[in-house]
C-alpha cells in the first residue's frame, strides 16, 4: 500500500500550526508599533503622568485586544467545537523553533508596551510590570482559547516560551533598565518550502512566517553594555548567538508523500550560530524619519559573517547570512 500523507501533522490542526498565530502577532505588533516609537519623536519621556496620553493608550488597547480576540474566535474557534480545559503537549514539534517564536513575540509585546505606557508618564517600575504583563496577557490569551477546544489544546511548551519573553524584558529592565540582551529574527528561502508549500507558505511572505526552516532566531547581546562607560566601543555593536533547524517537511515528523507526491527523504537538525549585529535603535541619529526606520525593523538580525554549528556538516561559516 502506498504510504500517502495528508497536511496535518501537528497535535493541533495545521492550519493553526502553520503561522497564524504568526500573522496575528504581527498584526498586534503593527497596531502598537505607532505608540512604540513616540518615544523618539519626543526624545524625552514625561515627569508626571499625562492623563489625556494614558487614557488614550488605554482605550486604544482595549479596542484593538478586544477586536483582535473576537475576531481571532469568530475565524478559527467558533465552528470547532468545545471542550473542559487542558493541555498538550507538542514539544517535538518544529524542532522547538515555534517556541522561539513565541518567546520572540511575547518579549516585543512586554518592550512595546512599556514604552507606550513610557510615553504616557506612568512611572517605570508600574511601566515595565503592566507592560510585561498586557503582552504575556495577549499572547496567553490565544493559549486559553485553545485549551477550550475539543480540537486541540492549551500548549504548555507555548505558555512557558510565552513566560520566559516576557521575564526576558521585565528582568532587563528592572536590573538595569537597559535591554542589554534583546531577540532578533532572520530569514532566507528554503528548499523545503516547495515540497510542502501547503504548510510551509506557498510564497516568500508566508515562508517568513511558517517555514521553521528559513528561520533564525537570535539572542543578541550588547558589547558596550559590559564594558566602561568612557570607554570608545561602538555602542551600537552586538554579539548574537542564534538558532535555527532545518530538514523539517513536517511538523513532528517528515512525510514520505504528499498526496501520492514523493518527498525526498531529509535528516531533521538543529542549527547553532555565532555572529557580529547591529543594534540599530542603539545608532544616533538626529533625522526623526531615521529613528522611526530603526525602531520599526529593530527586531530584524542584520546580515553579516556568521559562524554555524550543525551535527550534519560540523562548523560552517557564512561571508553572509540572512
Not at 497536511?7 to 504568526?22: D, I, Q, T, V
Not at 500573522?23 to 516609537?37: E, N, P, R, S
Not at 549585529?277 to 553579516?304: A, E, M
Request: include cysteine.
Amino acid at each position: 500500500m502506498e504510504n500517502t500523507w495528508t497536511p496535518e501533522p501537528c497535535l493541533k490542526p495545521h492550519r493553526k500550526c502553520c503561522g497564524y498565530k504568526a500573522f496575528w502577532f504581527a498584526g498586534v505588533l503593527l497596531i502598537f508599533q505607532h505608540v512604540a516609537f513616540t518615544q523618539h519623536l519626543h526624545n524625552f519621556y514625561p515627569d508626571t503622568l499625562n492623563k489625556k496620553r494614558l487614557t488614550g493608550l488605554i482605550i486604544t488597547e482595549t479596542i484593538a485586544y478586544s477586536a483582535t480576540m473576537a475576531g481571532l474566535y469568530q475565524l478559527w474557534y467558533k465552528n470547532y467545537p468545545s471542550s473542559s480545559f487542558h493541555f498538550i503537549n507538542d514539544n517535538q514539534e518544529w524542532l522547538l523553533m515555534d517556541k522561539a517564536g513565541h518567546a520572540t513575540t511575547a518579549y516585543y509585546l512586554g518592550r512595546i508596551n512599556y514604552n507606550a505606557l513610557r510615553w504616557a508618564g506612568v512611572k517605570d517600575k508600574k511601566a515595565v510590570w503592566y507592560g510585561g504583563a498586557s503582552g504575556l496577557l495577549f499572547v496567553t490569551t490565544i493559549e486559553v482559547f485553545d485549551g477550550f477546544s475539543k480540537e486541540w489544546g492549551a500548549s504548555t511548551g507555548d505558555i512557558i516560551a510565552n513566560t520566559s519573553g516576557a521575564l526576558l524584558f521585565v528582568s532587563q529592565q528592572l536590573l538595569w533598565k537597559d535591554q542589554r540582551f534583546t531577540l532578533k529574527y532572520s530569514f532566507h528561502p528554503s528548499e523545503y518550502a516547495d515540497y510542502n508549500p501547503e504548510l510551509l507558505g506557498k510564497n516568500t511572505l508566508q515562508q517568513a512566517i511558517k517555514d521553521y526552516n528559513g528561520q533564525t532566531f537570535w539572542l543578541s547581546a550588547n558589547i558596550k553594555s559590559f564594558i566602561r562607560r568612557d570607554s570608545r566601543f561602538p555602542s551600537w555593536l552586538n554579539i548574537a548567538f542564534g538558532y535555527g533547524a532545518e530538514g523539517m517537511t513536517g511538523a513532528g515528523s517528515n512525510p514520505v508523500s504528499i498526496d501520492g507526491t514523493p518527498i525526498p527523504p531529509s535528516e531533521r537538525y538543529r542549527q547553532f550560530y555565532l555572529s557580529p549585529d547591529i543594534d540599530l535603535t542603539r545608532i544616533k541619529v538626529k533625522s526623526n524619519f531615521l529613528k522611526v526606520v530603526f525602531t520599526l525593523i529593530g527586531f530584524i538580525k542584520i546580515p553579516l559573517p556568521t559562524l554555524e554549528y550543525n551535527k550534519e556538516n560540523n562548523f560552517v561559516f557564512h561571508w553572509v547570512y540572512f
